[in-house]
């Protein structure tokens, strides 16, 4: 590792998160072993439990319908795998996960960091930020936001839900939830 | 070389127990109707993710090699790909081009491969075997040679052919038995 890397990974220093660290243990329990997505900052915590762990494979992607196609890779491979991405990112690959995921009936989890909801800053993300759920329920998809639930029967009732169901599901985190 | 004969010679001279991943439009359509199989995945919409498919796949099986047959204009819908297999290195990963410089499956508009040395970009970004091939004894003497991986064939063939395919549609059966056949493979591998 060069001086440069060390420095991207400074920026975390000290900053654990345990939501994040209680999630990536349920995570393990629940068999996942494959992480692939596009880098959010509201999910760092998350994304780096997943780049520290050895029996995770990890690719971090250029784009968020290539980070699905990995995990269907992954799927068809008999791995397990977690997607992340930010709902900005949700939109560039919903095609993928309409016309890939859903009739190829692919129980894939989303983790999902949900911008543009009250107290946002920045306009971007105001137009996806109100269309983020309705994209969901429009696609007839499973997804939770987290509201400070109890994280783990939250995570563990979405895989459930979306075992059973067949289907991708989401779980959506705003700003703040790690903390 | 035309698309029937690129995907005859590819399908013939692959190994038995290679896992394909074919590319949206009529090249997975073809395949579906003249060379179906239960190692077979089809990408029917998500064009340009063939590859991704593959690399998630090849990742996952590392002893177990994976033929992606994609398009030209199907790469370029996803060219990043070719950067994370490069990065990634899957030495059991085979990604065939079939280049004829357009999107054949809409109404053969141009691509824009035309322009671009994608074998020469193939090699830049850490493809490890990188060849090009404009016939058919051409294309079967590059996969015959395929050793180690990442694997680049850029297959160079003529624009047109036969378009009535049927689709491919029972795709959770699809995802099944392409499952039942990878683990068979895995259990056998183990004896």
Redesign the interface.
């Known amino acids: 590792m060069n001086q440069n890397d060390k420095g991207v990974f400074n920026a975390l220093a000290g900053d654990r998160s345990e939501k994040a660290d209680l999630l990536h243990g349920v995570f393990r329990k629940l068999g996942v072993n494959f992480a692939s997505g596009v880098p959010c900052g509201v999910l760092r915590h998350i994304i780096k439990n997943f780049e520290d762990d050895a029996a995770m494979l990890h690719v971090i992607a250029n784009r968020e319908s290539e980070a699905v196609g990995l995990a269907v890779g992954a799927y068809f491979g008999g791995k397990t795998p977690v997607i992340y991405m930010q709902n900005s990112g949700l939109f560039s690959a919903s095609n993928d996960i309409a016309s890939l995921l859903v009739p190829y009936r692919m129980p894939i989890f989303f983790v999902v960091s949900y911008r543009g909801c009250e107290g946002e800053d920045a306009v971007q993300h105001l137009t996806t930020g109100q269309a983020t759920e309705r994209l969901l329920e429009s696609f007839g998809l499973p997804f939770k936001v987290f509201e400070n639930q109890n994280l783990e029967n939250l995570t563990r009732s979405l895989f459930e839900t979306m075992r059973k169901a067949g289907l991708p599901t989401f779980l959506l985190l705003k700003r703040g939830w790690h903390r | 070389m035309n698309r029937q004969e690129a995907i005859e010679v590819i399908m013939t001279t692959i190994g038995a127990q290679d896992?394909v991943?074919s590319t949206t439009g009529l090249i997975s359509r073809e395949i579906f109707e003249k060379f179906d199989s239960e190692r077979n995945?089809y990408?029917?919409?998500?064009m340009?993710?063939?590859?991704?498919?593959?690399?998630?796949?090849?990742?996952?099986?590392p002893t177990?090699r994976v033929v992606v047959i994609d398009g030209d204009a199907s790469l370029l819908m996803?060219l990043?790909?070719a950067?994370?297999i490069g990065n990634?290195q899957p030495t059991n990963l085979l990604h065939i081009v079939l280049d004829n410089g357009a999107y054949a499956s809409c109404s053969e508009e141009r691509s824009m491969s035309n322009t671009a040395k994608l074998d020469v970009l193939a090699g830049e970004v850490g493809y490890q075997y990188v060849r090009t091939a404009d016939s058919q004894n051409g294309l079967k003497r590059a996969i015959m040679e395929f050793g180690q991986g990442p694997g680049f064939i850029l297959t160079k063939i003529e624009l047109g052919g036969r378009r009535d395919f049927r689709r491919p549609l029972e795709?959770?059966a699809?995802?099944s038995r392409?499952?039942l056949f990878?683990?068979r493979q895995?259990q056998g591998d183990q004896l």
């Open positions: 896992a991943v995945i990408v029917p919409g998500s340009g993710l063939a590859s991704s498919i593959g690399l998630g796949l090849a990742m996952a099986q177990k996803n990043g790909s950067v994370t990634k795709l959770a699809i995802k392409f499952m990878f683990t895995t």
